[in-house]
């Protein structure tokens, strides 16, 4: 019973971790395309 509840929460954190990575890995991808355009734009 505890192993198996161990195994689940380790499952559920890695997942939420990886989820948390994306995320921030997405806003720098935003960042970049912002900093992109804006560049774009002034020239």
């Known amino acids: 019973m505890d192993r198996a509840f161990s195994?689940?929460?380790e499952m559920d954190a890695s997942v939420s971790i990886r989820r948390?990575?994306?995320m921030?890995?997405?806003q720098q991808i935003q960042m970049r395309q912002d900093q992109a355009?804006?560049?774009i734009h002034l020239e």
């Open 7 to 9: 195994q689940i929460f």
């Open 20 to 22: 948390l990575f994306d």
């Open 24 to 26: 921030r890995e997405w």
């Open 37 to 39: 355009a804006a560049r």
